[in-house]
């Protein structure tokens, strides 16, 4: 069975392709037969493909246009092309899934993509107007250039589907909810596959634990899952509260945009400022990369440890925010880019836990590119490092649906 997975952002789009007739173990991350990206942030209308086959193939070009949807049917021809082929056409494609970033309150589950279904995106993109859009594009590209092939959906809100009303209503007029403003959450596929995965290192099952995640990278939120079910979670109505990020906020007291409005400052400056110019790189002045950030921080640089210092105390903040929807903690899982990669992250939250009897092992505190446990034999909170993997669980998603469908 070859699945295609194709995961679009606004600046960037990665795509892989799988070959489950492997006899790979089915709770483990199969390994890509081709993996393609695009960057679309080069200036000019230019963007940037990259190919890597599990072959070792490599291709890396520039495609001088503007026209998205030309730049994804160059990348998909390279499956079936050239050095970087790993299919003879592309009919050897099974079935395609997407993740898509919004599906609302009426999508709580992987979804076979129909008219009806891409209307929804569509519609739903005045909620999450930077990722929907381009989804929706990756999923019509599809339809050009592979025709009638199965294309599945999966959703990134779906998981957060259990919150529960006091914890997605926001406490604005009713008439809010009413018109679709709640707290919806993201980062739902690697919450929910870094979960499982934690059951399945510590050899329990999933619902008899009690875990907090988080996600970390450029975009960051924390997840209390209960019983396998995310109860609560820190990004809302849009990826933009919650925690600081990258470039981005999080939760700031909202009077300080009514005044910002009340000086001139329209929407659209808002907008950017929240989104582009603010966390580690609107503190630090430097960088929204947090590699960047200790570079400075080592050089003397005052604002970049305020930056440092700050993430920490938002992320120690909405962690303890967690603790009373769970009613105590068994596991605390780091994921992303970050959380994968930074122990001065994982020791500068983890020292805020303590009274929990939470206890590091110093000499666990190193990168590895396996998922690791890194507290201490005698800490009575389980800490682990596990290293995401959204495209295989949007592979593994899509194959279980499409397999029932076949079935029934």
Not at 22 to 29: I, K, V
Not at 279 to 298: C, F, T
Request: with cysteine.
């Amino acid at each position: 069975m070859k699945i295609l997975v194709l995961n679009a952002g606004s600046s960037t789009q990665k795509s892989c392709l799988y070959d489950l007739s492997d006899d790979a173990a089915p709770d483990m991350p199969a390994t890509p037969v081709w993996e393609g990206l695009i960057d679309w942030t080069h200036q000019g209308e230019a963007a940037e493909i990259r190919v890597e086959t599990a072959g070792g193939k490599t291709l890396k070009k520039l495609v001088p246009t503007d026209d998205r949807a030309k730049v994804i049917a160059d990348l998909l021809y390279t499956l079936c092309q050239g050095d970087t082929r790993v299919i003879d056409s592309f009919a050897a494609i099974d079935l395609v899934g997407h993740r898509v970033v919004h599906g609302g309150a009426e999508y709580r589950e992987c979804t076979r993509i129909t008219p009806a279904v891409k209307e929804a995106i569509a519609r739903l993109a005045v909620f999450a107007p930077v990722h929907n859009p381009v989804n929706l594009e990756g999923i019509e590209a599809i339809e050009r250039i592979l025709g009638d092939v199965p294309q599945f959906a999966v959703f990134d809100t779906a998981f957060h589907h259990t919150l529960p009303a006091t914890a997605y209503v926001y406490p604005g007029p009713y008439d809010w909810l009413e018109q679709g403003i709640r707290r919806y959450g993201f980062h739902g596929i690697s919450h929910q596959y870094v979960s499982q995965r934690a059951a399945q290192l510590l050899g329990q099952p999933l619902t008899s634990l009690r875990l907090i995640t988080c996600h970390l990278g450029n975009g960051c939120s924390v997840t209390a899952v209960h019983e396998g079910r995310s109860v609560e979670t820190s990004m809302g109505f849009t990826p933009l509260e919650g925690l600081m990020m990258g470039s981005r906020s999080g939760s700031i007291d909202p009077g300080i945009l009514i005044h910002l409005l009340r000086q001139g400052h329209t929407p659209d400056d808002l907008d950017r400022v929240l989104n582009q110019e603010s966390g580690l790189k609107g503190i630090s002045g430097l960088s929204n990369d947090m590699r960047h950030i200790h570079a400075a921080i080592a050089a003397g640089n005052e604002r970049a440890a305020l930056a440092f210092d700050l993430f920490i105390h938002r992320l120690q903040t909405a962690v303890s925010g967690m603790l009373p929807s769970l009613g105590g903690l068994d596991v605390l899982v780091f994921t992303a880019g970050i959380g994968e990669n930074d122990p001065l992250v994982w020791s500068g939250l983890c020292r805020g836990f303590e009274f929990l009897g939470l206890k590091l092992d110093p000499d666990r505190l190193q990168r590895s590119p396996d998922d690791q446990e890194i507290s201490a034999p005698d800490s009575r909170v389980r800490v682990l490092v596990i290293h995401t993997h959204e495209d295989w669980a949007i592979a593994q998603t899509c194959l279980r649906l499409y397999s029932t469908s076949q079935r029934q």
